[in-house]
């Protein structure tokens, strides 16, 4: 009996499966196999591309841009991912639990906002937020933030990098904010009640009650922010470009500008991404290690 | 047990039957019943295409067109490249010219050599405009537009400092001069603006460094190929002093808006600027400008354009007096091709055929201040009563090419990468030239470019 029914969740399931293979198995595994080939958008590499074995892989590993991307991107996700939605969508969702809190709402959708906004219209929205002539220095200048070192300038150009970081953070926090939100309400309440009669500060509460409980919660809200930040392109692309020059370029960016600008080289990214691709596997399989063993 | 096993069989048929009906579905969209051809072209061509396409649904009822529009922002060589590249371009495609060599030799371009013998129309069509669209000795494309290249400037900008107007510079110490003065009498503008950098893409090499380099030597030491050798120029005292140019208004004098080589939106901010905003006193730019950019139609007009936006020839750095050419202007523009893979090539043709009339050519050029490539388009009204086109006309006469051989593309970012460097970290020309010629080398070997020995 047991048998049937597994059966028949398998067969329910083919649909799923197909698409799955197709759209995702099997593109992976012929972005390996395209990384080892000079394959091109154009020219003749497009017309014959040859096999080269782990040449793409040998100048990638040679090649200063490279490391310079990846550690634009580890910067970014760091700032971004760690400390800015993880952190960010944990203060909003205790926020949240709050009763005194007033404009909760507010609050709210505007943290709503900012994720369901299509990622190019937010990208051209932060271009023109950020620019010379855009609201954020219009801000600084009335609340004359020169005071505390702030000066209005084009942000997009000289400081590309935390631009992009503080405009990921804007879009992504909502996420993390309804994981801990959900999270939360399953804490059950009489543990607090009883540790307020023990005499325990908000400051103990939170450090023995909430943050213990929420371990799972935030190593699964790590693990996906951290997987979908490295993976980020659309609206840093749109604000920077990966520029002025490389100052801003994430892998995507790189892979990307490899690809689709001249040199063209489609084997060559491929195989950037299929290094992407393992580094983002090997950080995973650390996390779960790490933290597993921490929390026990 | 037996309302398992049913169970068991719908859940078996349903499956198979989602994913049957996925596989037709997909088959009918892939091939329809009826006949379809596809149009894919950029937004600056959107009237006249528009235009072609009502007249040949009119001819050809019983075929549905499908016009597909890249909007204005989207890189469309990288679309184009793409599409072909995965296969799945439309069968007509309007191309950036310089890409026809490296479409061809992908295989991406039916040759047109037997279609345009038999066309009556393909006699008006210059041996330079028909050199842009072929590769190997076949023709790959149409030309529906080219252009050339000058130096605009602000009127009263140049009135105000004091400059004389109309301006016309005599050598590359004449502009510097003009652009320091301007610095010197008029607050808050940017004197002079040459595109630089990846984000302008092609446009950079184009309206910036080959209107540089065509003019800083004797032909042919003036150009990025050598057609008797057969390589790649990778260092000569042509790119040096072309580099050097722009460290000259870039880094050393301070006189270009380096920002804007890197903002969001290259393009808008540039026809901005330069028009109704008032920030640039003069700039190297395509003649498509005059009525694109700051026309009545345009994307920034100025409302007294015709008083406040003038022109004036690029000269060759001394002039002519070194043997190097005495004026300076480049030539691209796009062209209609057909698909190899399409397998309505008859009806593509049919198409071009349309698009590519006398009149809607000489019109739409007439529009938007482009340059007809057909000869005839003198013959039609709206061309020759338009005093701007007329005024062009004479830059026909000492207009280049690009060296748009094969691996053009590589050469060209290169440049666009070196020309970065200048600006953003002031790299000075002379290693801006090794930078340059390092590139090169990596990409195609030391035996394909050519050192010319600066000092020589």
Request: net charge positive; aromatic share 14%; with cysteine.
């Amino acid at each position: 009996m047991k048998l049937r029914s597994s059966y028949l969740g398998i067969i329910l399931l083919l649909p799923a499966l197909a698409v799955m293979l197709a759209f995702v198995v099997f593109p992976t595994i012929w972005g390996v196999v395209m990384s080892m080939t000079n394959a091109s958008l154009v020219g003749i590499g497009a017309a014959h591309p040859r096999f080269i074995g782990l040449n793409n892989y040998i100048s990638l590993l040679r090649d200063s841009r490279f490391y310079h991307s990846l550690s634009v991107t580890v910067i970014f996700t760091v700032f971004s991912a760690l400390i800015g939605q993880v952190a960010l969508g944990l203060a909003l969702a205790l926020l949240m639990r709050r009763k005194d809190i007033k404009g909760k709402s507010v609050i709210a959708t505007a943290v709503f906002i900012s994720w369901v906004i299509p990622e190019v219209v937010a990208g051209y929205m932060w271009g023109s937020y950020a620019s010379r002539e855009g609201l954020l220095n219009l801000i600084i200048k009335a609340l004359r933030l020169d005071r505390l070192g702030i000066e209005p300038t084009n942000w997009l150009f000289y400081k590309p990098l935390e631009t992009i970081t503080i405009a990921n953070v804007w879009r992504g926090t909502a996420f993390s904010m309804i994981l801990f939100s959900a999270a939360l309400e399953s804490i059950p309440n009489f543990l607090y009640e009883a540790s307020s009669l023990d005499g325990a500060s908000s400051w103990d509460r939170f450090r023995y009650i909430t943050l213990p409980l929420l371990a799972p919660a935030i190593l699964t809200d790590l693990i996906l922010i951290t997987i979908w930040t490295f993976s980020v392109f659309t609206m840093p692309f749109i604000m920077t470009g990966g520029g002025p020059g490389t100052r801003s370029e994430l892998w995507t960016i790189y892979i990307y500008r490899q690809a689709l600008l001249p040199p063209y080289e489609i084997g060559y990214a491929a195989a950037a991404a299929t290094l992407m691709f393992l580094f983002t596997l090997v950080l995973i399989v650390a996390y779960i290690t790490v933290l597993k063993r921490g929390w026990g | 047990m037996i309302m398992k096993s049913k169970s068991y069989l719908i859940g078996l048929l349903l499956s198979l039957l989602f994913i049957a009906s996925s596989l037709c579905l997909g088959y009918l969209y892939a091939h329809p019943q009826k006949r379809v051809l596809r149009i894919c072209y950029g937004e600056p061509w959107k009237i006249p295409t528009e235009d072609a396409i009502k007249e040949f649904k009119a001819k050809f009822p019983d075929v549905e067109v499908k016009a597909e529009m890249i909007p204005y922002g989207v890189d469309i060589v990288a679309k184009e490249s793409a599409d072909f590249a995965a296969g799945v371009a439309a069968d007509v495609v309007l191309v950036d010219s310089f890409m026809i060599p490296e479409y061809a030799e992908a295989g991406y371009l039916a040759p047109l050599d037997k279609l345009v013998a038999a066309w009556p129309d393909w006699k008006y069509y210059s041996l330079p405009m028909r050199r842009i669209v072929s590769y190997k000795g076949h023709v790959y494309g149409i030309m529906f537009d080219t252009d050339v290249r000058m130096i605009w400037y602000r009127k009263d900008v140049f009135k105000e400092a004091g400059l004389p107007v109309p301006w016309q510079p005599k050598t590359w110490d004449d502009i510097l001069k003009a652009a320091l003065t301007i610095k010197k009498k008029v607050k808050g503008i940017f004197p002079i603006y040459i595109p630089a950098g990846t984000k302008w893409g092609e446009a950079t090499t184009m309206q910036g460094f080959y209107m540089l380099l065509l003019g800083a030597d004797k032909p042919p030491r003036n150009r990025l190929y050598d057609y008797k050798t057969g390589k790649w120029i990778g260092k000569s005292p042509a790119l040096l002093r072309a580099f050097k140019f722009y460290y000259d208004i870039y880094v050393k004098y301070k006189l270009a808006p380096t920002e804007f080589n890197f903002v969001p939106d290259v393009w808008g901010t540039w026809r901005r600027t330069f028009g109704p905003d008032r920030l640039i006193g003069m700039a190297l730019g395509g003649s498509w400008e005059w009525g694109e950019a700051w026309g009545p139609k345009g994307i920034a007009p100025v409302p007294d354009r015709d008083k406040v936006v003038g022109f004036a020839k690029m000269p060759g750095w001394s002039g002519g007096a070194h043997g190097e050419p005495k004026w300076v202007t480049v030539s691209g523009g796009w062209a209609w091709t057909i698909y190899s893979k399409s397998k309505v090539k008859d009806l593509a043709w049919e198409f071009l055929k349309i698009v590519n009339e006398r009149d809607r050519v000489a019109k739409y050029a007439a529009a938007f201040g482009k340059v007809a490539p057909r000869l005839d388009a003198a013959k039609v009204p709206e061309y020759a009563k338009n005093s701007y086109l007329m005024a062009i006309l004479e830059y026909l006469k000492f207009t280049d090419f690009r060296d748009a051989m094969p691996g053009y593309s590589k050469v060209s970012y290169f440049i666009q990468e070196t020309t970065e460097k200048i600006v953003l970290e002031g790299m000075t020309p002379e290693k801006a030239l090794d930078y340059f010629y390092s590139k090169m080398v990596k990409t195609f070997g030391k035996d394909k470019v050519e050192v010319i020995p600066l000092g020589s």
